[in-house]
């Protein structure tokens, strides 16, 4: 076969896949979307509703604005401890050494872990009468000692957020020791020669060379915080109430649970919308550079 | 303080930071372990130092958990998935690589972008087929969805890794009359041949973790690992030295998979966005 008509045969197979497995439940979500689609009614699929499905998700679901509220708060604090810390940490851990390559390679462990794994061993760790934490704060500060962290809404999401962050920091900590590996030492030591401070050297030298990986990692880690479910399912499971209960949970709950799953296509649709968009601009930074 | 002092305390105190975080880093892994390795009532008094016993470890296997089935439910789920998406992925990441061709900017990009759908939003299409066709629950309908997951970190992975194969090798086959597919499969899959494996096992320590899908798509038969950790709830509450056990069957293989192939484990998930 000529190379011509070759190299189209090549990636027929993964166009289909990823059409398949990806476009097509784009597109199918949003015709569900337009419909009743519930999934306890015969004859699935069911009439068209036009726009009545979004409009009861803006106007009929304090639920949905819930869930709306509850990611964005999560999603722009996770963002921000995580990307601080795996900066701080990817800072100490750069300048290599026996101790510092050891702990770099520990850090591929918490990355290997399932996500449901790390929400069970977060929850575990939280437990009021025999989790690490109880412990912890029996022994160091005794009015702490005992609280149902999983039963307070505020602590329950501050959880959330620590078992996030936790599983997300080895992560981010590799790329930017990745990124960090690429500053050139030269201007560095110039700076350094000159009499800059330690601060001085990160803020003017350091962090404007680090700009790109920074901003590719706080892309990633926004768009997968948006995403989150499945620590959250093992975790709290949107509880107590409702006051964890993210975007994709909300979803998952409303489509599959209570077999909504016209009105639950609808809000996933909305959730698509900023990923859209987080997309673009992660595209655009990839594309730059190369 | 003199220059030098104010060295050494600063050397100290880095040090003590970096032992806090990998300490901070370790303790879910460690809890676990210990727990797994607990009776139950050693669970409940807190114990860091107790008698160890691996009864749990045979619990689990036994009725009512069978984490038998699901170990292999899992193995075979994320398997079958690798074998065939490297194949598939392969010959894309080859086209890509080597050729130019008409929209293939457009590929890459959308290609990159199914990796940020919500799997919440692909869930949903999918029940409603696999409820009508009847693969839920089945192994097969579980392989075929993970296929989502894997295919864009395995083709632009893969690509990554021909990329920086040298094509004069190629060019030198093709002049003495190889023809295409021959340079494919005598030049290229040799040398690609230790990137295909890492991408094969960075797809499997996804397809293993993957849990939204299996969570919606199995209640008996396909139920995998991840899922199966709800078994450990009793009346009186969760099991927790039996959960234990069944993480670390769930982890240490990935552990094991993820140290194999760490160098290349950042550059996988932000698909060569990060060198």
């Given amino acids: 076969m000529r190379d011509k008509s070759l190299k189209y045969v090549l990636v027929l197979p993964a166009v289909f896949v990823v059409f398949a497995t990806a476009i097509w439940p784009l597109v199918e979500s949003l015709r569900l979307s337009f419909t009743v689609g519930r999934l306890n009614r015969p004859n699935f699929p069911q009439e068209y509703l036009g726009f009545e499905n979004y409009a009861w998700a803006f106007l009929e679901e304090p639920a949905f604005w819930n869930s709306v509220q509850v990611t964005a708060i999560y999603t722009l604090v996770t963002v921000v401890l995580t990307t601080v810390l795996a900066l701080g940490l990817a800072l100490l851990l750069s300048p290599g050494g026996r101790l510092r390559s050891t702990v770099q390679t520990l850090l591929i462990l918490p990355f290997a872990m399932s996500p449901a794994l790390i929400g069970v061993s977060f929850r575990f760790m939280f437990n009021p009468e025999f989790g690490l934490f109880d412990a912890f704060f029996s022994f160091v500060f005794p009015p702490l000692a005992h609280i149902s962290w999983l039963s307070d809404p505020t602590l329950a999401f501050a ?56 901003a590719v990692v706080i892309i990633l880690k926004t768009i997968f915080s948006l995403k989150t479910f499945d620590q959250i399912y093992m975790l709290t499971n949107g509880g107590p109430g409702t006051a964890t209960q993210t975007l994709s949970h909300y979803i998952y709950f409303s489509g599959l649970k209570y077999g909504q799953i016209g009105y639950s296509a609808s809000v996933a649709w909305l959730m698509v919308i900023p990923m859209i968009f987080l997309t673009y601009l992660y595209a655009k930074h990839m594309f730059r550079k190369g | 303080m003199t220059g030098k002092q104010k060295k050494q305390f600063w050397n100290a105190l880095q040090v003590i930071l970096i032992l806090t975080a990998a300490f901070i880093m370790l303790i879910p892994i460690i809890w676990i372990f210990l727990a797994a390795f607990k009776t139950h009532v050693d669970v409940y008094q807190l114990k860091v130092f107790f008698t160890p016993t691996i009864e749990n470890f045979g619990t689990v296997f036994e009725s009512p958990y069978h984490l038998g089935d699901k170990l292999y439910n899992s193995t075979v789920v994320a398997g079958v998935t690798v ?46 087929m696999f409820r009508d066709i009847g693969l839920l629950d089945t192994r097969l309908g579980l392989i075929l969805i993970n296929l989502a997951i894997v295919m864009p970190f395995a083709i632009w992975m893969i690509k990554g890794f021909i990329d920086g194969i040298p094509i004069e090798t190629e060019e030198a086959a093709m002049v ?100």
Avoid at chain 2, 106 to 115: D, G, K, P, Y
Avoid at chain 2, 188 to 194: E, S
Avoid at chain 2, 204 to 222: G, S
Wanted: charged share 10%.
């Fill in chain 1, 159 to 214: 959880v959330v957020v620590m078992a996030d962050v936790w599983g997300w920091i080895p992560f981010l900590t590799l790329v930017l020791i990745g990124g960090l590996a690429s500053v050139p030492r030269d201007t560095i030591e110039a700076a350094q020669v000159d009499g800059a401070s330690g601060w001085r050297v990160f803020k003017d030298v350091t962090l404007p060379q680090l700009m790109p990986v920074l």
């Fill in chain 2, 83 to 128: 074998l065939f998406a490297i194949p598939i992925a392969t010959c894309a990441a080859y086209s890509f690589s080597r050729f130019s061709l008409t929209g293939e900017m457009t590929m890459l990009v959308m290609i990159l972008a199914t990796q940020f759908v919500p799997a919440v939003v692909i869930i949903l299409p999918f029940f409603v």
């Fill in chain 2, 176 to 275: 003495d009359g190889s023809t295409r597919i021959q340079v494919i499969l005598n030049i290229v899959l040799p040398m690609a041949a230790p990137g295909l494996f890492t991408a094969g096992i960075f797809c499997f320590i996804l397809a293993w973790n993957e849990f939204l899908f299996a969570l919606i798509l199995t209640n008996k038969d396909a139920v995998t690992l991840p899922i199966g950790l709800a078994l450990f709830k009793a009346e009186e509450g969760d099991l927790w030295n039996l959960l234990s056990a069944a993480g670390i069957i769930i982890m240490a293989p990935m552990f094991v998979l993820a140290l194999i192939i760490r160098k290349h484990f950042v550059q996988g998930m932000t698909m060569g966005a990060v060198r």
